[in-house]
T-cell receptor
Framework: GAVVSQHPSRVICKSGTSVKIECRSLDFQATTMFWYRQFPKQSLMLMATSNEGSKATYEQGVEKDKFLINHASLTLSTLTVTSAHPEDSSFYICSATPPGQAEAFFGQGTRLTVV | AQSVTQPDIHITVSEGASLELRCNYS??????LFWYVQSPGQGLQLLLKYFSGDTLVQGIKGFEAEFKRSQSSFNLRKPSVHWSDAAEYFC???????????FGKGTHLIIQP
C-alpha cells in the first residue's frame, strides 16, 4: 500500500510558541490531504482539507488562523499550530488518498504537548 | 450530514472467543465503509473496506465485515480473538478522493486471558 509519513511523532512546546507538523506522501502524489485531531480516548475529528496550490478548507469550528495549513507541493502538507496553548495538546493525524483510489492512508500521527 | 455510530464504547472478550463490533452509519449516498484499528499512541491501520459488490468483505488479521444496506450497518467480526487484538477500533464512512472520513467514536476492545 501507499505510504504517508508524518513528522515529528512527538513534540513538546512552550505555551505561546508555534509548532509545525509535516505530512508527506512518499510514493504517490496527493493533491488533497486531510488533517485530523484526536483527543485522548476519543475519535478522530476532521479539521481541514489541504489542497495543493490553494487554500485549505476548514471544518466548522476550526480556527484557521490558529491551525495554518500549507500544501506547497504534491507530496507535502504542513500544519502549523500557532501560539499554542495547553488546550491544543492532542494527537494530530494526516491522511492522503492516491489518485484514482478511494482508500485513505494515514500517517503515524504526532503527539503534541503544550506546556 | 453523515454520521457513524459505534454503540459499544468498551467490549471485553475472552481470548479465543468470537467478536462482533457494531457500526451503524448515516450517509446521503452509497458510502465507502472502513474499519481501522489503532494501538495506543499509534496511527491507524486499515483492517478492511467496502466499496461495492459482495457485501461480506475479508480483511487482514482474520477480520471480516458485512455490509447491510437495509440496516445501515457494517459490523466487524472475528471468529477467534487473540490477545494481540486488544486495541481501539474505528468504523469510518466517506467517499474517498477529495472527501475526508467521518469516524465513529471507537470501541475499545479488551481481551481477557
Amino acid at each position: 500500500g501507499a505510504v504517508v509519513s508524518q513528522h515529528p511523532s512527538r513534540v513538546i512546546c512552550k505555551s505561546g510558541t508555534s509548532v509545525k507538523i509535516e505530512c508527506r506522501s512518499l510514493d504517490f502524489q496527493a493533491t488533497t490531504m486531510f488533517w485530523y485531531r484526536q483527543f485522548p480516548k476519543q475519535s478522530l475529528m476532521l479539521m481541514a482539507t489541504s489542497n495543493e496550490g490553494s487554500k485549505a478548507t476548514y471544518e466548522q469550528g476550526v480556527e484557521k488562523d490558529k491551525f495554518l495549513i500549507n500544501h506547497a507541493s504534491l507530496t507535502l502538507s504542513t500544519l502549523t499550530v500557532t501560539s499554542a496553548h495547553p488546550e491544543d495538546s492532542s494527537f494530530y493525524i494526516c491522511s492522503a488518498t492516491p489518485p484514482g483510489q478511494a482508500e485513505a492512508f494515514f500517517g503515524q500521527g504526532t503527539r503534541l504537548t503544550v506546556v | 450530514a453523515q454520521s457513524v455510530t459505534q454503540p459499544d464504547i468498551h467490549i471485553t472478550v475472552s481470548e479465543g472467543a468470537s467478536l462482533e463490533l457494531r457500526c451503524n452509519y448515516s450517509y446521503g449516498a452509497t458510502p465507502y465503509l472502513f474499519w481501522y484499528v489503532q494501538s495506543p499512541g499509534q496511527g491507524l491501520q486499515l483492517l478492511l473496506k467496502y466499496f461495492s459488490g459482495d457485501t461480506l468483505v475479508q480483511g487482514i488479521k482474520g477480520f471480516e465485515a458485512e455490509f447491510k444496506r437495509s440496516q445501515s450497518s457494517f459490523n466487524l467480526r472475528k471468529p477467534s480473538v487473540h490477545w494481540s487484538d486488544a486495541a481501539e477500533y474505528f468504523c469510518a464512512v466517506g467517499r474517498g478522493g477529495a472527501d475526508g472520513l467521518t469516524f465513529g467514536k471507537g470501541t475499545h476492545l479488551i481481551i481477557q486471558p
